[in-house]
Nanobody, 123 residues
Framework: QVQLVESGGGLVQAGGSLRLSCAASGLTFTKLTMAWFRQAPGKEREFVAAITWGGSRTYYADSVKGRFTTSRDNAKTTAYLQMNSLQPEDTAVYYC????????????????WGQGTQVTVSS
């Protein structure tokens, strides 16, 4: 059974930092692209970042480039999203997602999803 479990969300002031984790099980982690999406109230789910299966390539939405960094630890089968210089517009539920050998920014390309973790940035 495939399982993705996010953690690390919370409430932070503008300018602060959070690190999200996504622990994966039930799949061969080294075959997976791990991605992060977010969904704010009343908005569609949007791509945030992704890291390919070997960790050699990363992709970011323009809105987070230079502030967020995604990484992975294959030994721990865990992906991370380090979020710095957080702004109120970053407030959303953040989801991790997994896809086999993908480099997509499209949510429809990701078959496996976590339950989401709330990130709230106060001004």
């Amino acid at each position: 059974q495939v399982q993705l479990v996010e953690s690390g969300g919370g409430l932070v002031q503008a300018g602060g930092s959070l690190r999200l984790s996504c622990a994966a099980s039930g799949l061969t982690f080294t075959k997976l692209t791990m991605a992060w999406f977010r969904q704010a109230p009343g908005k569609e789910r949007e791509f945030v970042a992704a890291i390919t299966w070997g960790g050699s390539r990363t992709y970011y939405a323009d809105s987070v480039k230079g502030r967020f960094t995604t990484s992975r630890d294959n030994a721990k089968t865990t992906a991370y999203l380090q979020m710095n210089s957080l702004q109120p517009e970053d407030t959303a539920v953040y989801y991790c997602a997994a896809a086999l050998y993908s480099a997509s920014r499209l949510a429809t390309e990701y078959r496996h999803w976590g339950q989401g973790t709330q990130v709230t940035v106060s001004s």
